[in-house]
């Protein structure tokens, strides 16, 4: 009995061996898939150099234009406005400040009534409207949400890009700093910065209401 009972346990380690090889290589690769989802940047367009003269969002003169384009219910523009809202404590020049989300043909007022339009809406001094059909990202070459355009007060193109460092991620980070330089009326070689984010015109988790 001795014997049979050795044996089985001898058996039996190897496959406890095995299972926790495949469970280590699982887990790494799932490691690995995230890692790469939230480093891998999303699409941008052409933005123009100059403020598009066909342009219907309010530009007062003497003040930078800072402009934000979200996808309602993406998740991972929450990292996004958060970054927003600490980036414009360290902004001491005169700017106007535009969140505009996303509303698709054929939805209501109501789909873009998510917690993250609350967030934006809470940040002192931010203009929260709507943008039907895209219309204006389209304008600026936003692409993904989250993407951020930032115009002088006589209307050049100072930045352009995202304001994480990877996919719903907060923290210091070259957009973020960028932004502040431009509005502080500081010389930056660097204008334009890698955005992470959901599409603009694709379909987001809903359950980020």
């Given amino acids: ?25 699982a887990a790494g690769a799932g490691a690995w898939g995230l890692l790469r989802y939230e480093n891998t940047p999303t699409s941008a367009g052409e933005t123009p150099s100059h403020w598009p003269v066909e342009s219907q969002i309010e530009r007062p003169a003497g003040h930078s234009s800072l402009l934000m384009f979200v996808h309602p219910h993406c998740p991972c523009s929450h990292a996004s406005v958060a970054e927003l809202n600490r980036l414009l404590s360290h902004c001491q020049g005169p700017t106007t400040v535009h969140v505009l989300f996303i509303r698709p043909r054929g939805v209501s007022d109501d789909w873009t009534e998510t ?7 809470a940040i002192p001094g ?8 895209g219309r204006e990202a389209q304008r600026f ?11 002088s007060p006589d209307g050049r193109l100072l930045f352009s890009g995202g304001i994480t460092g990877s996919r719903g991620h907060e923290g210091d980070n070259a957009g973020e700093n960028l932004v502040i330089a431009g509005v502080n009326g500081q010389l930056v070689s660097l204008k334009h910065t890698q955005v992470f984010g959901c599409s603009l015109q694709g379909e987001c988790d809903v359950t980020s209401k």
């Fill in 141 to 151: 070459g936003a692409e993904s949400s989250g993407y951020v355009v930032l115009y």
């Fill in 1 to 25: 009995m001795w014997h049979v009972h050795c044996w089985k346990k001898s058996v039996k380690t190897p496959y406890r061996v095995l299972l926790c090889l495949v469970w280590l290589i």
């Fill in 126 to 133: 931010v203009k929260v409207e709507l943008d039907p059909e």
């Fill in 115 to 121: 917690s993250l339009r609350k967030s934006a809406e």
